[in-house]
């Protein structure tokens, strides 16, 4: 008796069938799913004779094993300071500097709502895109979230206090309003 094992697997889209067994097994089982080759041509464009990977057949393969895939790498974000961007205090208008200041916001969801707060409600600058939010991270010397577009769709979706239709065009909601207005400062409750 061989105690020789060979595995096989046949991948069809996300599914796979495995085989183990010895290699007379092996040939005998491939014989009977060929007959199935239609169908998962169908399913997945694979066919036994072109999707069968022996493994343990090649030396230095571990039976089993199976190669990973290198995971998809993305370009990283970049954004520019808008030099034209006046974020200064002038009149009755707070600077960025200190209304960030003043609302201490604790985590970068608030720091979008406060930011897209001030530039629509205080700086009536009525086209808001991702480079006015990163000019005001620059602005009050805060880390910007290093995927700013997921972290502004965020925002929107678990809270609700901005909106982002477009990333051309990210307004204040009420909710956002309310929030930036009678929420921050946080304070502490007090102890009893």
Same mark, same amino acid.
């Given at each position: 008796?061989?105690?020789?094992?060979?595995?096989?697997?046949?991948?069809?889209?996300?599914?796979?069938?495995?085989?183990?067994?010895?290699?007379?097994?092996?040939?005998?089982?491939?014989?009977?799913?060929?007959?199935?080759?239609?169908?998962?041509?169908?399913?997945?464009?694979?066919?036994?004779?072109?999707?069968?990977?022996?493994?343990?057949?090649?030396?230095?393969?571990?039976?089993?094993?199976?190669?990973? &895939?290198?995971?998809?790498?993305?370009?990283?974000?970049?954004?520019?300071?808008?030099?034209?961007?006046?974020?200064?205090?002038?009149?009755?208008?707070?600077?960025?500097?200190?209304?960030?200041?003043? &609302?201490?916001?604790?985590?970068?969801?608030?720091?979008?709502?406060?930011?897209? $707060? $001030?530039?629509?409600?205080?700086?009536?600058?009525?086209?808001?895109?991702?480079?006015?939010?990163? !000019?005001?991270?620059?602005?009050?010397?805060?880390?910007?979230?290093?995927?700013?577009?997921?972290?502004?769709?965020?925002?929107? &979706?678990?809270? @609700?206090?901005?909106?982002?239709?477009?990333?051309?065009?990210?307004?204040?909601?009420?909710? @956002?309003?309310?929030?930036?207005?009678?929420?921050?400062?946080?304070?502490? &409750? !007090?102890?009893?």
């Amino acid at each position: 008796m061989e105690d020789n094992k060979t595995r096989i697997r046949i991948s069809v889209g996300n599914s796979y069938i495995e085989i183990e067994g010895t290699e007379d097994y092996i040939e005998k089982k491939l014989k009977e799913t060929e007959s199935f080759a239609p169908l998962m041509e169908k399913l997945g464009g694979a066919t036994t004779s072109s999707s069968a990977v022996i493994e343990g057949a090649k030396p230095g393969v571990e039976p089993g094993t199976v190669k990973k &895939k290198k995971p998809v790498s993305r370009a990283p974000e970049s954004y520019n300071v808008l030099p034209d961007l006046d974020l200064a205090g002038k009149d009755d208008i707070p600077s960025l500097e200190d209304f960030y200041k003043d &609302k201490k916001p604790s985590n970068a969801m608030e720091s979008n709502a406060v930011f897209i $707060y $001030y530039l629509k409600k205080l700086r009536n600058i009525s086209k808001i895109g991702i480079n006015h939010v990163y !000019s005001c991270y620059k602005n009050v010397r805060a880390k910007a979230p290093k995927a700013l577009y997921q972290s502004l769709a965020d925002t929107r &979706k678990t809270k @609700g206090w901005i909106i982002t239709t477009s990333m051309d065009d990210i307004g204040i909601g009420i909710g @956002g309003e309310n929030f930036v207005e009678h929420d921050l400062p946080k304070t502490k &409750k !007090s102890e009893k």
